[in-house]
């Protein structure tokens, strides 16, 4: 049994919508989007020329996109922590904005700064949050969002009491 296609047979829309389906569908092929793994390490790579480390727990991430009280509640609970030595602490948002304070006094592994805010970019977070590390290896990422606050605040708790 043989098919034949005849596109002589076709209308001039059909036409088009026949080559546009057949654009997408070649178009699709091939294309892969970069994991949260890679969009995490060619940021701190291209921007802080710098690489997870294996003794870090996470990157704590003080921004004010998104939800303001959220982050603005998220980073006083950051602030009343007294160890984050296996923390990096990546503060993205513009000069000012957020205070060192809440950071520089801290014994931090390394505090990554990024006034140009090229971190939103990578929409691994919207808001602040923590990107908790295991093996160098993204384990769970938590943004801190107004629909889930009191959980994801409870969660940051109870991770902060087992470091």
């Known amino acids: 049994m043989k098919i034949r296609l005849d596109l002589r047979c076709l209308d001039m829309n059909n036409y088009k919508i026949i080559l546009f389906i057949l654009i997408l569908i070649l178009g699709s092929c091939g294309t892969k989007s970069e994991s949260q793994q890679e969009l995490l390490n060619k940021y701190l790579k291209e921007q802080h020329q ?3 480390d294996s003794n870090w727990k996470g990157i704590i991430v003080l921004t004010f996109n ?3 009280d959220c982050n603005r509640q998220f980073i006083k609970g950051i602030n009343e922590q007294t160890n984050l030595s296996k923390y990096a602490v990546l503060v993205s948002a513009s000069p000012g904005m957020i205070s060192p304070k809440i950071y520089e006094k801290k014994d931090v592994s390394i505090i990554l700064k990024d006034y140009q805010d090229k971190f939103h970019e990578t929409k691994l977070l919207k808001s602040s949050g923590i990107i908790y590390l295991e093996n160098a290896e993204i ?3 938590i943004d801190i969002r107004l629909e889930q606050y ?3 605040l409870k969660y940051v708790s109870e991770r902060f009491k087992t470091d």
């Open 150 to 152: 009191s959980q994801q």
């Open 139 to 141: 384990d769970t990422i």
């Open 50 to 52: 710098t690489q997870i």
């Open 66 to 68: 998104g939800c303001f």
